[in-house]
């Protein structure tokens, strides 16, 4: 083939390219991972040869690759192996599917499930007196749907040797009864890892089959790449291993995670850490944790929830995270904050805003999730220029009449600030949207829904939480690939479909921006595009 021509042309479609110089075209040539040409289908075909593979996408609308900003594909395939619990919507529920995997299973075996809901415990806490008769003596651990705290069997504890409570950093807890003895509530990863470490984890190639399989189904929803906010054991040698293959489909940008009371000798590992990558993934930057979750009692809040819970931060004293952000900005490592609550949220702010500018070309510091804030924090993303990342499928998780567990902790007034996408973004800031996938699905077409229509797209019958948060069609899509460019300071080169930009490229059988939103989790993609090669197709 001539160095000139292209491998690959997709003609016939309606290309909504993100570039204000040309905002649509009907066909877009590639050639070795880089778009070559992007206009009508006459001028695509005058760089195409003989071997140029045409691809004649006909009622198809083509964007940019759509970036999920906040996902855990390895956690998440670790997590996921185990039982769907998101079913259960009460503890009889919750006991019934757990009696039946122990006898699939066998005595004694391991049960690992995920997605448990605290609102489908009949307005208990979890405890182990919940689960303990149905599995006959079998160790399990049980994640809630937030990710942040499990439920272990007293089989489990046993194993990990816990029997009371222990010293562990931050708001992370072993649950005790009045008597000390543990409940299995474990809050937030420390105590959580107590119990992951005697149960049986996969090898790295187990876990590179399951990443490799979960590309692919990323890849079939339109997904061209993520911001992964983990990096556990194991992460990078089964991403080699997926490179040997030439399995890896998404373009994946990895951040290290940070925890309280890593010493200037684990930062620099951290530091030294970043560029370590393969052809489509890197390690690009540090997560860190401000606070836990408002649904176990682990965010840090200006003022107590209901419980008189969530009243302190993750790094304590608190100027450790100062210092931690101190140090990997002077190294020129972008950091992700975890920050839920509303002083958390502002503390980020105050220790990011030095750091940053709102007129940055490089990669941007950014805080996560941000789900209740005071009108008085909205501006500051802006002015700072510090990147907000949310997720909108979470509105599945809380009601509009408040009476979830989530709202109630909060109170009206808190809960009446919840997942302030819109308010944000129209303030002027770099807002990226993800799906925080195991926690939420990572299928883009339902985070694009979510943020439009504030409840989850499969449930027409449920009330929008925050309607007036909702974005338009066109804000969504563009915190699915233009924001997370520009997080990533690729701004240049990705987010949008022009001459010189990356080829990642998604494309759906009808236009998401004239679909209706409920109708949208349910168009077809057509094509997926990444790094110029076809990895999907339909």
């Known amino acids: 083939m001539s160095r000139n021509h292209a491998d690959l042309a997709v003609t016939g479609a309606t290309v909504h390219t993100l570039d204000p110089h040309r905002p649509v075209a009907s066909a877009v040539a590639i050639r070795e991972g880089v778009v070559i040409a992007v206009g009508s289908d006459a001028d695509v075909r005058d760089v195409c040869g003989a071997r140029t593979r045409v691809v004649d996408a006909a009622g198809a609308t083509l964007t940019p690759g759509l970036t999920d900003s906040h996902l855990h594909p390895v956690t998440g395939t670790v997590m996921t192996s185990g039982l769907d619990l998101s079913g259960c919507g009460d503890a009889a529920g919750l006991r019934a599917a757990l009696g039946a995997e122990r006898r699939r299973l066998g005595p004694g075996r391991w049960i690992r499930g995920f997605g448990l809901d605290p609102n489908a415990l009949d307005g208990h806490r979890p405890h182990r007196r919940l689960i303990d008769d149905v599995l006959a003596g079998a160790p399990a651990l049980l994640t809630l749907f937030d990710g942040h705290a499990a439920l272990a069997s007293t089989r489990a504890l046993e194993l990990a040797g816990i029997g009371g409570p222990l010293a562990l950093p931050g708001t992370a807890r072993i649950v005790c009864d009045a008597d000390g003895s543990p409940t299995g509530e474990l809050l937030e990863e420390p105590a959580k890892e107590l119990v992951e470490r005697v149960a049986p984890e996969p090898t790295a190639g187990e876990l590179a089959d399951w990443l490799g399989e979960l590309f692919a189904r990323m890849n079939a929803s339109g997904l061209t790449g993520g911001h992964v906010m983990d990096l556990r054991d194991g992460s990078l040698e089964a991403l080699r291993l997926l490179d040997e293959r030439d ?3 998404m373009r994946l940008r990895l951040a290290a995670r940070c925890r309280p009371g890593t010493g200037e000798e684990g930062m620099r590992e951290l530091i030294g850490l970043q560029g ?22 682990t965010a ?6 209901c419980h008189g819970e969530s009243t302190r931060p993750f790094w304590l004293p608190p100027e450790t995270y100062a210092d931690a952000v101190d140090t990997f900005a002077r190294a020129g490592v972008p950091t992700a904050t975890h920050a839920i609550g509303d002083a958390a949220v502002a503390y980020a702010l105050d220790c990011l805003a030095p750091h940053s500018s709102p007129d940055q070309r490089s990669a941007r510091h950014r805080i996560e999730h941000v789900e209740t804030i005071p009108d008085s924090l909205v501006p500051r993303f802006a002015r700072h220029g510090i990147a907000a990342s949310m997720q909108p499928s979470h509105v599945q998780y809380t009601l509009a009449d408040h009476s979830d567990n989530w709202s109630t902790r909060l109170g009206a007034i808190r809960a009446g600030r919840a997942f302030r996408c819109a308010d944000v973004l129209r303030a002027g800031a770099v807002l990226a949207l993800g799906s925080d996938w195991p926690i939420a699905h990572f299928d883009p077409r339902e985070v694009l829904a979510a943020a439009q229509l504030r409840r989850p797209p499969r449930c027409p019958g449920r009330e929008p939480v925050g309607p007036r948060q909702a974005l338009t069609a066109a804000e969504a899509l563009t915190g699915m690939t233009r924001a997370p460019a520009v997080v990533a300071g690729e701004q240049h080169r990705a987010g949008r479909i022009r001459e010189g930009c990356r080829a990642d490229l998604t494309g759906f059988a009808a236009d998401p921006l004239l679909v209706p939103a409920a109708e949208l989790p349910d168009v077809p993609i057509r094509l997926t595009v990444v790094d110029g090669r076809v990895v999907h197709e339909s």
């Open 247 to 249: 399995a890896v489909t």
């Open 300 to 305: 840090w809040l200006h003022h107590p929830d």
């Open 276 to 297: 370590t990558g393969g052809r489509l993934w890197q390690v690009a930057g540090v997560k860190l944790f401000m606070d836990g979750t408002v649904d176990n009692g």
